[in-house]
């Protein structure tokens, strides 16, 4: 089980999307620095002012590139201080370094939270290799205790890194997941849309062939439906690529449209009363488009009844014009009503709209509660 967990732990990669250099680093430089300056001034039990130079350079340099290059930041800081401490035993040197050093064990966090497997094996042992350095050496005049509590310092610093790595982790798969959902849902979806579209042309197609012979002219009114029927069923398949990730069954159901949002309405027995408001124009409007304005109107209800405290009222309100068709769902729950903006819910909304061509936002609302607002292009153009 050691060896398979060692195995493990080597493959790791490193993560994706590693934060760069930005100005909190510089602003965590700047205070150790500062911190470094007053014990220089104040304390009077220090090493030799170019040990202590040469040791502040190893633990705030490599600071600024813990993320991007966790090893060698390690490598650097830990090696250097290594080589302090035996040129302080060589030469007898007498004081203590700096207390702003303990920032090493942000050098050691990183390694864990920011690189490899392999990086972060190899990185433990320079870290232990400097721990054996100061105890066994003697750089300091250490306890078993004092010698036991440095151990124990690494691997907490350690221990969190990988702790908070692996809840990122989890954290990307549980939103990759939600997309996926969101992504097959709406293939469904446009699936049983192209079907229909597919059985009509097939319909036109025969009684076309019927008539041919004794009404041309009524043959011509079917091919015409014909060709809007297919122009419809390539602009859903279009859609479908663009959208679809992975074989799932689909079922031969209607699907809900704007016209079914009216069926959320509640008198508020059981809850939020939910009002419904329809206005302007929904005819010809993409059934994927409708689906997706019933999907989002319903979770936004749902939500909204779960999780809007004191809530007395939802407003649903849809609005379509020569262009577009816009979502607005409002409730008049307590600001701290504890709706995370990051629920996987939300992410599915979100990534909906965003396949269709829309856009998307949710947050509290300027006076009161809680507000959903999609906007989507009344032809569904994927992306």
């Not at 042992?125 to 306890?143: H, K």
């Not at 205790?145 to 692996?166: H, P, S």
């Not at 849309?193 to 079917?222: C, F, K, L, N």
């Not at 479908?240 to 074989?247: N, Y």
Request: with cysteine.
């Amino acid at each position: 089980m050691a060896m398979n967990a060692l195995r493990s732990l080597c493959a790791e990669p490193r993560p994706t999307n590693v934060p760069g250099r930005g100005l909190r680093d510089w602003a965590l430089v700047a205070v150790l620095i500062f911190w470094s300056v007053v014990e220089v001034v104040l304390r009077q039990d220090l090493a030799p002012l170019p040990l202590l130079l040469l040791a502040v350079l190893a633990v705030l340099g490599p600071l600024l590139w813990r993320r991007t290059h966790p090893l060698l930041a390690v490598g650097v800081s830990f090696g250097t201080l290594t080589i302090v401490d035996i040129v302080r035993i060589l030469t007898g040197s007498q004081g203590a370094l700096l207390n702003s050093s303990i920032a090493v064990l942000i050098l050691a966090y990183a390694l864990f939270r920011w690189g490899s497997g392999r990086e972060a094996a190899s990185g433990l042992g320079v870290i232990l290799l400097w721990l054996a350095v100061i105890i066994t050496l003697g750089a300091d005049t250490t306890t078993r205790a004092e010698a036991i509590a440095g151990y124990a310092f690494f691997l907490f610093a350690a221990a969190l890194g990988t702790a908070i790595r692996y809840r990122a982790k989890i954290r990307i798969r549980d939103v990759d997941q939600a997309k996926s959902r969101e992504r097959e849902q709406l293939a469904r979806e446009l699936h049983d849309t192209v079907a229909h579209h597919v059985s009509g042309i097939a319909i036109q197609a025969q009684a076309g062939r019927a008539i041919a012979a004794t009404h041309p002219d009524r043959a011509v009114e079917a091919l015409a439906v014909i060709e809007d029927a297919a122009t419809r069923t390539l602009t859903e398949l279009r859609a479908i690529v663009g959208v679809l990730r992975a074989a799932q069954d689909t079922r031969f159901a209607p699907q809900p449209g704007v016209a079914e949002v009216e069926q959320l309405a509640t008198d508020g027995r059981t809850g939020p009363c939910v009002e419904v408001t329809l206005s302007g124009e929904f005819d010809d409007l993409s059934p994927a488009v409708g689906a997706a304005i019933y999907r989002l109107a319903q979770e936004s209800v749902t939500n909204a009844r779960r999780h809007a405290r004191h809530a007395t009222r939802v407003t649903v309100a849809v609005t379509g014009d020569a262009e577009q068709v816009r979502l607005t769902i409002d409730d008049d729950g307590s600001a701290g009503g504890g709706r995370a903006p990051a629920g996987y819910g939300l992410v599915g909304m979100r990534e909906r709209v965003s396949l269709l061509g829309g856009t998307f936002h949710a947050g509290p609302a300027a006076e009161r509660g809680w507000r959903v607002e999609a906007v989507l292009p009344r032809t569904g153009t994927s992306r």
